[in-house]
């Protein structure tokens, strides 16, 4: 059984795992140098098992560590090293350990041993040690590396589980490197068995364990309508869009310039023998020693295979010579390299927009299945709110919070009815509430969740449905209210403006997106370098209202808005992101990495 795992970095981890005497190290120093052949800049974390020493007898760095530095450090100009003396009973923490790597310099850690971890792995096998599979009791083995003899159960293997050549090094950097390409940071609040519970059975939540119960009773729409491609943005598609044709169509030039057939050398002149225009194709076969002029998108002659650039080819007289590098295959588009006939161009449950529209349209598609859009109906609570457009009421505010969570759940492709503002009397909320449950997939209110609070809204939810009033170990956002009036979802959401967008974002998006058919509902995280020091609470998820930019170093930097008042809208304004410190951190230092979620999807 392996032992729980979270990455601290912002970059992957993967493990490498085997019976001693399997040759992780020799295949990792095979594997490490023609990893940076492809341009991936390592890490690497080696479990020793005994009292190992790095240092040499007799020199200052060891003789200062042996007289009891805890620590000792030695630099010149092409390298430093930091020994640490850290006795412990037992194993080292790769957690701590992978803190100490500069995440900034390197793509990714490969970590060889600590395999009792729940970290991502590649296992490493041969038949002749007659060792058995470590697969079958870690499930976070994503594929085995092995030697031709090794005999895998087919039958029994995972269908994501990956069969590697053992001696192929250049298939196991391919593997590596599409892991790399492939991983997402993870959220600071990952949902995890231990978080998941029942609705009722806990008040005070931490932000997974509060997604967890949300998420566990949202079942996606099931009704499908066939709609126009104009009117596909940000819907969610019902079914697997299929390439009815190749794309592109037809093999192509991707620049203006000479198609010919490549030769191995190159004659030193071609005749031209035609023209070839987007839209035309020639019509007869290029034979060696031939090249016609072609225009970006034109089909390549019959026989042609290569395409030289306009501006390193000269022609005199129907005479072509090149300059410059030619490759063979060089700047042609082959037909179906992009999309074969008949492969999923989309799949099920991909939120279309712009691109995807565009897409759909080269494939020659005008009418696809979609869900049918989610219907949301929101209310704001309080006579001490009023409507904008009309006369403040003494002692009153503007009811800004309707109209926020109007627009994010627009944003999401939601039908929305609005039902104003109720007053605060127990006949006005139930008829609502009970009206708006047989009109709505979700109910949103806003204000009058806390717990403790006596507004009428408990009363009257208590007799209509199943709600719970929680505690969610977060700021800004604390109270929060979840349940079912009959069929529909309820969402109470907090009074404070800043408050009501923030829980919208980790716990109603996710639910609508959800709800909506998506399959990646997940908020979108980036990692950012902190500009400032960032405080908060051991034990408390913080959203702090940020600026993030892109650094002379090519880096996202990141800078809270100032003030953080859970009442200030105008933070909202000026950020473009939540900066997320996860409950297990008191601060940030700056220099530091952070996670970042963007407004763009909604704000």
Known sequence: MSNPFVNPLAIPVLGFCAYSGTGKTTLLKQLIPELNQRG????????????????????????????GARQMLVASHVRWALMTEDARDGDPELVHLLKQI????????????????????????????????????????????????????????????????????????????????????????????????TIGDNKNLSVSQGLAQILSHVSPVAEVEEIDLDALDNRVLASDSISPVDVPQQTNSAMDGYAFVYQDPMPATLKRVGEVLAGHQYSGTLSVGETVRIMTGATVPVGADTVQPRELAKEVDGNVNFDGRILAGQH???????????????????????????????????????????????????????????????????????????????????????????????????????????????????????VGDADY????????????????????????????????????????????????LQFVQPALRKLAGEVNWQAQLFPAISDETLRSRQG????????????????????????????????????????????????????????????ADLL
């Open 540 to 599: 408390r998820t913080e959203f702090i209202r940020g600026i993030y930019q892109l650094g002379k170093d090519g880096r996202l930097h990141v800078s809270s808005t100032g003030n953080q008042g859970s009442g200030m809208l105008s933070s909202m304004v000026k950020g473009n992101c939540l900066i997320i410190i996860g409950d297990d951190a008191e601060a940030v230092n700056a220099g530091e990495t952070v996670f970042i979620q963007p407004f």
């Open 332 to 450: 042609v588009r082959l037909a179906g390299e992009d999309i074969a006939q008949g492969q999923v161009a989309l799949a099920k449950a991909t939120r279309l927009s712009a691109a995807e529209q565009g897409l759909l349209a080269s494939l020659g598609l005008n009418r696809l299945n979609v869900y049918r859009r989610p219907t949301v109906a929101v209310f704001s609570t309080g006579d001490e709110v009023s409507q904008p457009g009309e006369a403040l009421k003494a002692n009153c505010i503007y009811d800004s919070n309707r109209f926020t969570i109007k627009a994010m759940a627009k944003r999401l492709g939601c039908d929305v009815i609005d039902l104003g503002i109720i007053e605060d009397s127990e006949t006005a909320l139930e008829a609502t509430l009970a009206k708006a449950a047989t009109l709505a997939d979700v109910v949103i209110s806003s204000g009058g969740v806390s």
């Open 102 to 197: 500069e995440a900034d310099k390197v793509d990714i850690v490969l970590v060889e041993g600590f395999k009792k971890l729940a970290l991502p792995k590649i296992e490493l096998h041969r038949a002749a040690h007659g060792k058995p599979f470590i697969y079958t009791q870690d499930e976070n083995i994503l594929a085995i590396a092995c030697c031709d003899d090794t005999q895998l159960p087919s039958d029994a293997l995972p269908n994501e589980l990956r069969r590697l050549d053992l001696n192929n090094v250049s298939q196991i950097a391919d593997f590596v490197i599409e892991y790399a390409q492939n991983w997402e940071a993870p959220l600071q609040y990952p949902i995890s068995a231990v978080d998941a519970c």
């Open 40 to 67: 991936l800049r390592l890490a690497v974390i080696k479990h020793a098992h005994h009292n190992f020493d790095v240092d040499i007898p007799g020199k200052d760095s060891y003789e200062m560590r042996k007289a």
């Open 457 to 504: 809204i408990k009363t009257v939810l208590a007799r209509l449905g199943k709600i719970d009033f929680w505690r969610i170990s977060m700021r800004p956002g604390r109270p929060l209210a979840f349940g079912k009036i009959g069929d529909s979802l309820f969402f109470g959401l907090p009074g404070n403006p800043v408050a009501v967008m923030v829980t919208f």
